[in-house]
Structure formats: C-alpha cells, structure tokens
C-alpha cells in the first residue's frame, strides 16, 4: 500500500546516503553547514518527488500545498535557514530576542513551484549525517519567503523561534539599517499582537512592542 509513511520511511534512509557524501569533514562553519544540509535537501526533494511518483496520484494527507505529481516533479528548494531557538531563562533575565538566540542544528528550506511556497522540509544533523524531520508547514513557508521577498537580496535573516511561547520571528539586517524584527503569525496570535501594528504581515516592530508579552507567556509555561 503507497502511504505518506512510507514515502517518508524510504526518504530518510536516501537522503542520509546522499548527505554523507556532501557534507564537510567538520561541520564548525556555518556556511559549510548550510552547503551540506542545502546538498542533502535537494536530494530530499528530488527521492521525495520519485517515490511520490512511484503511487497513482497525491496520497491522502500530502503534506504540500500542490495539486498533482507534475508539481512535485517541477519543485526546487527556495530560501534555507537554520532554525535559532531563543534560550528562555536569558529572556527572563532581560537578554534580548536576538542576543538569546542559539544554535538548533535544525535547518528548514522552503519548497517552491513556480516562485510559489507550497511547504518546507526540515533537515536535522543526526551523527554527522543529514536527515529529513519533516515535510509540510505550508503556511510557514509562505510567511517566511513574504519576508525574504520583502527585505530585498542584501538582507541577512535569521529565524528564531520561542518554544516556550509558541512564537516565531524573522530578524532582518543588513548593512544600510539596523536589525529589526517581524513577527510571524504564531507570534502575532501568541502574544496579542495588534493587527495595526503588525499591518502588512512582513512589517517588523520595536522587540519594547512585545517583550512584557513574551517575559508573561514564557513565565506561564515554564511554571506548568
């Protein structure tokens, strides 16, 4: 029977044969971290469409937003980024979001159709080998690349989401202005965020606009 658990079954063992010949001998550099795992996510993608294609049509629950095979044959790997998860006691203590963000070892590549986010796949390092976590997170894709189409080429971005609060956002820099910081809409929805603050949803705020409603979220759940 062709089932999404398969698919994904057979994805993994393919991609972590495809990332040991890729990746670098130690992987201390970021930018020879990022060439691995964007090597190993491509492969991903490409065993992803040719088991996909392998059953008669889009098996129930397909974790991207296409519409048929031919889609997933035509799709590429967009914009890669390494997953920063912001430390919560260094937030409690008054660090800031972008200071409190460390490294995850997770990287997430949106998967495009014609210029089109249609999901991600979420690549983790897993003894030295690249393996896929995931596939889907469609609407996260979306945010995301909205954000990166917004910022312009020179922009550098960095993701870091707050586990312990439900929230992601997008940090743009670049060498004409400061960071800033734009709240995706887990963010938006987590905190209570105003929709004239945060309009259009690429737009970055001030992290004062949102930092006591981040301390009180984090302290909520780090007390249950």
């Excluded at 550098?156 to 004409?176: C, G, K, N, P, W």
């Amino acid at each position: 029977m062709f089932t999404m658990q398969k698919v994904l079954a057979t994805l993994i063992l393919a991609v972590c044969s495809a990332a040991t010949a890729n990746a670098a001998p130690v992987l201390t550099e970021g930018m020879q971290a990022g060439k691995a795992v964007h090597d190993a996510a491509q492969a991903a993608l490409r065993s992803f469409g040719a088991e996909v294609g392998r059953g008669n049509g889009l098996p129930p629950n397909f974790p991207l937003a296409v519409a048929d095979i031919s889609d997933v044959n035509r799709a590429t790997i967009g914009v890669g980024y390494e997953e920063l998860h912001a430390d919560p006691h260094a937030i409690m203590a008054g660090q800031s979001l972008q200071k409190s963000a460390r490294a995850s070892s997770m990287w997430r590549f949106t998967v495009m159709v014609d210029d089109r986010a249609v999901g991600m796949i979420t690549m983790v390092n897993d003894k030295g080998q690249w393996r896929v976590r995931s596939i889907g997170a469609a609407a996260l894709a979306n945010e995301v690349n909205a954000v990166a189409q917004s910022a312009g080429k020179d922009a550098q971005l960095r993701v870091i989401r707050v586990l312990q609060a439900t929230s992601d956002f997008v940090e743009v820099s670049s060498a004409a202005q400061k960071s800033r910081l734009v709240p995706l809409a887990s963010a938006r929805k987590t905190l209570g965020l105003s929709q004239a603050l945060v309009a259009p949803n690429t737009s970055a705020v001030e992290e004062a606009e949102f930092a006591q409603s981040l301390r009180d979220t984090i302290a909520r759940n780090l007390a249950q």
